[in-house]
């Protein structure tokens, strides 16, 4: 970690104390060479995103504590350094349904860089314990502006999310359920991402599991024991993923 870097971290709980920001910059003095021009720095992208700074702090989070919610201030993103996290909205009704679940090196909340709207239109929360950067909007404007090689970083994770809602949409539109629930499995476990597949998912309700697919409860029980039968998954608390599973999601 940067000297004099401060690591800060919050109660684990829903109710616990704000993050105080650690008043060390993370920019460091402009290094000269011998006959005193500058020369030139190349922006760490890895560590600045690893690292606490000026308008940036380390946060934890235990198994299902409160990252923001839904009608607080959007004053912030978070970078996820380590853990999943659940995103859901409730209507004004009460119901939940849960949008997505994201995992290590994926931004949260970073729409409120995009608008005007100064309240989260969503409630993140920590689906294991995590580890987050959380990146005031100030700074995290400033640095956007500032360094090309973050904002071709942040604009890829831009895009790639995008990508993922048009998949979701056309999954909804056109598949079973079962083949929903499949490809969220296959979704968690990281299956056709760069490097190994996690395999096993942490564990996760079944309620979870139908608002992500857009089913009932009863069908993802039913849905999960016929896989279990058929050797694509095993589940006991957490959920092992097989490779197998990928032809639910093939067979037309």
Same mark, same amino acid.
């Given at each position: 970690?940067?000297? !004099?870097?401060? @690591? ?15 008043? +060390?910059?993370? @920019? ?65 009704? !009460? ?6 679940? %994201? ?12 608008? +005007? ?10 689906? +294991? ?43 909804? %539109? ?17 299956? !056709? /991402?760069?490097? /190994? ?5 942490? /564990?996760?309700?079944?309620?979870? %599991? ?8 009863? @069908? ?16 006991? !608390?957490?959920? /092992? ?12």
């Amino acid at each position: 970690m940067e000297s !004099g870097a401060k @690591r800060t971290t919050t109660s684990h709980g829903n109710g616990g104390a704000q993050p105080r920001l650690t008043t +060390t910059a993370h @920019r460091r003095p402009t290094p000269r060479s011998g006959n005193g021009h500058a020369i030139p720095v190349v922006f760490d992208v890895a560590s600045f995103l690893a690292e606490a700074g000026l308008g940036k702090v380390i946060v934890e989070r235990a198994k299902d504590g409160t990252i923001f919610s839904q009608g607080d201030a959007a004053d912030a993103v978070f970078y996820i350094q380590k853990g999943k996290v659940k995103i859901a909205v409730v209507s004004a009704r !009460g119901k939940e349904a849960t949008v997505a679940i %994201l995992g290590a090196g994926q931004f949260v909340g970073e729409d409120c860089i995009a608008t +005007t709207h100064p309240l989260r239109l969503l409630t993140a929360t920590a689906l +294991t314990d995590c580890v987050l950067l959380k990146i005031a909007k100030a700074e995290m404007i400033r640095v956007l502006s500032e360094e090309q090689r973050f904002s071709d970083v942040f604009v890829s994770f831009l895009l790639a999310r995008n990508s993922r809602i048009q998949e979701d949409l056309i999954d909804q %539109l056109f598949n079973s359920s079962e083949k929903r629930l499949a490809r969220v499995l296959l979704l968690l476990a990281q299956f !056709g /991402k760069e490097g /190994k597949p996690e395999i096993v998912i942490p /564990k996760i309700s079944q309620e979870s %599991l139908a608002e992500m697919v857009g089913t009932t409860r009863s @069908r993802v029980s039913f849905f999960m024991n016929r896989f279990r039968k058929m050797g694509f998954i095993d589940y006991d !608390g957490d959920i /092992k993923v097989h490779s197998s599973l990928l032809n639910v999601v093939l067979h037309d």
